[in-house]
Structures are given as C-alpha cells and as structure tokens.
C-alpha cells in the first residue's frame, strides 16, 4: 500500500512537472525567464519539471497566474483522455476550494502570530 502511494505521488509530480513545461514552452518562455518570473533559480524549476520536486502552495499560485490557468490542468496528463465537461468542473471546483482554504489558512496562522506580538 505504502509503495503504491509513493508511486502515485512521483507520477502526480512528474505529469506536474510535464506540464509545467508544457505551458512555459506554449508562452515561448526559457526556463531561466520563467524562474526569473516565479522567483526561483532555473537549477530548482528544471527539478520541478522532472518531477524531482514538488511547489509550495505560494509557488503553484504563482505558476497559475503567470500561465493563466485553472490549477487542475497542471495535474492532468495531455495523454490523458479527454474527461467530460461536468466531471472536469467538479475538479476544478474541489482545487479551487482547497486552494480557497489553504490560503486563509495561511492568513489565519499569520493574523495569530500578529495578535501574539
């Protein structure tokens, strides 16, 4: 069980990490232009675009708005089949939930450090 997990999360990382490249090379960007844009060296965005690594929440929002995306499609293989219409707008609802509350997570645990100033 514990294998497959592992398998699962290195194929997340590495369809990931495609397309990631993909949509760099859509924009006609290098990747040094691109780290330059997220803030990141191009040694650790060519290692996100391997799959060797994954993004934090901050640099996967970034990556979504320098793209002009939903984030969802950044976890889709392009070999994949096509999904219908109504089964993709749940996903993406779900993403843009999580990444709803994971935001005001973070600003929660911020406003708390503050108040403890």
Known sequence: MLHTFFMCEINIRKIFGENVKYYRKQMGLSQEQLSEILEISPNHLSVIETGGKF???KLLE???DVFNIAPSL???SQ???TI???VQNKINS????ELENAQSSIHEKIEEL???Q
């Open 62 to 64: 970034k990556m979504i």
């Open 79 to 81: 070999n994949a089949h």
């Open 74 to 76: 950044l976890f889709y």
């Open 55 to 57: 993004v934090t929440y």
């Open 84 to 86: 219908d219409g109504s």
């Open 94 to 97: 779900i993403i843009d939930k």
């Open 114 to 116: 503050y108040r403890k």
